[in-house]
């Protein structure tokens, strides 16, 4: 596990970027395919511009959110808050950020923001997945110790290997992943081709990543709290370690708001009902076409 995968002098190619590259060139294609299939009034190009708004506007989200919750260093040190390469994302704020920059988009071009949505999803959650493979090279996003036959070992240099120096740690990473996969195969395989009304397939990413994120959110050492934060000293697998703890992990109070919120959304609004416009719906009932 080595976050390098290229250097040619000064110049490093990291997989860490290489997976974003991949994150997003696939996730493209998934999308323009289903927002076709969806028969929304926007071109290859028109989608194209809508990645310029939300990948700038989720990078900036994504570093707010990990920062307000890190003011008590940045507050000394703003200077660092620009200093991305240093790490210090958070998903929960770029999903957000970039949530609200499809909002405006969709109101410019006056397009369904929910239909939208429901195209975007599936690959932003594929997007997610492929993302934590440069999280398992990089050694961030890692686990606490664990005596587990499936524990990994990561680099001294790695912010994994200085939390905890020659110790195995949970493959948080690896975990999300897999959820992220397996919340990919459901909404793409199923979800999106049942003719549901707008907005459901979005609420229920936003649920099942919820409970996913929640549940790994046990095994990860670096989370972000909300209350008073102190030092503890815990014993786990024969290990003694210090480590910051909090009142409640920040991850767990906006899942369990995404999952109230969102599945009131779907209840409230019936978005379990079938859609008659849905483009899955005009494919049953389309006459054949005018063979001249």
Same mark, same amino acid.
């Given at each position: 596990?080595?976050?390098?995968?290229?250097?040619?002098?000064?110049?490093?190619?990291?997989?860490?970027?290489?997976m974003?590259?991949?994150a997003?060139? $696939?996730g493209f294609?998934?999308f323009?395919?289903? %927002?076709?299939r969806?028969e929304?009034p926007?071109?290859t190009e028109?989608?194209?511009? $809508?990645?310029?708004?939300?990948i700038?506007?989720a990078?900036v989200?994504?570093?707010?959110?990990?920062v307000? =919750?890190?003011?008590?260093?940045?507050?000394?040190?703003l200077v660092?808050?620009?200093k991305?390469w240093?790490?210090?994302? +958070?998903?929960?704020?770029?999903?957000?950020a970039?949530l609200l +920059?499809v909002?405006?988009?969709?109101?410019?071009?006056r397009?369904?923001?929910? +239909?939208?949505?429901? %195209?975007l999803?599936p690959?932003?959650?594929?997007g997610?997945a492929?993302?934590?493979?440069?999280?398992?090279?990089?050694?961030?996003a =890692?686990?606490?110790?664990t005596? $587990?036959?499936?524990? $990994?070992r =990561?680099?001294?240099?790695?912010?994994?290997?200085q939390?905890f120096p020659?110790q195995a740690t949970?493959?948080?990473?690896l975990?999300?992943?897999?959820?992220n996969l397996?919340?990919f195969a459901?909404?793409?395989?199923?979800?999106?081709k049942r003719?549901?009304?707008?907005?459901?397939?979005? %609420?229920?990413y936003?649920?099942?990543y919820?409970?996913a994120?929640?549940?790994?959110s =046990?095994?990860?050492a670096?989370?972000l709290?909300l209350?008073e934060?102190?030092?503890i000293?815990?014993?786990v697998?024969?290990y003694?370690?210090?480590?910051?703890?909090?009142?409640?992990r920040?991850?767990h109070?906006?899942?369990?708001a995404?999952?109230i919120?969102?599945?009131?959304?779907?209840?409230?609004a019936?978005?379990?009902?079938?859609?008659?416009?849905g483009s899955d +719906?005009?494919?049953?009932?389309a006459?054949p076409?005018?063979?001249r």
């Amino acid at each position: 596990m080595h976050p390098v995968l290229v250097k040619i002098g000064p110049v490093v190619i990291r997989y860490y970027g290489l997976m974003y590259v991949l994150a997003i060139s $696939l996730g493209f294609v998934l999308f323009a395919r289903e %927002a076709r299939r969806k028969e929304l009034p926007l071109s290859t190009e028109a989608l194209f511009d $809508l990645l310029l708004w939300i990948i700038p506007s989720a990078l900036v989200g994504a570093r707010l959110y990990y920062v307000a =919750f890190q003011w008590d260093y940045y507050g000394q040190h703003l200077v660092d808050i620009v200093k991305l390469w240093q790490g210090g994302l +958070a998903i929960h704020g770029g999903v957000i950020a970039g949530l609200l +920059a499809v909002f405006l988009y969709a109101r410019v071009k006056r397009v369904r923001f929910w +239909a939208l949505t429901d %195209a975007l999803t599936p690959s932003l959650i594929l997007g997610q997945a492929i993302g934590r493979i440069g999280n398992l090279t990089n050694g961030d996003a =890692f686990g606490l110790p664990t005596t $587990l036959p499936w524990g $990994l070992r =990561f680099p001294l240099s790695s912010p994994a290997g200085q939390a905890f120096p020659g110790q195995a740690t949970h493959p948080s990473m690896l975990y999300e992943m897999i959820l992220n996969l397996m919340i990919f195969a459901l909404l793409w395989v199923w979800a999106r081709k049942r003719g549901f009304r707008d907005g459901f397939v979005t %609420a229920l990413y936003f649920i099942l990543y919820a409970v996913a994120r929640s549940i790994v959110s =046990f095994t990860r050492a670096d989370s972000l709290w909300l209350g008073e934060l102190r030092t503890i000293e815990v014993t786990v697998g024969g290990y003694q370690y210090e480590t910051v703890v909090g009142s409640f992990r920040a991850a767990h109070a906006i899942s369990i708001a995404f999952v109230i919120g969102f599945g009131l959304f779907i209840l409230l609004a019936r978005l379990y009902r079938r859609d008659p416009r849905g483009s899955d +719906a005009r494919d049953r009932t389309a006459a054949p076409a005018d063979p001249r």
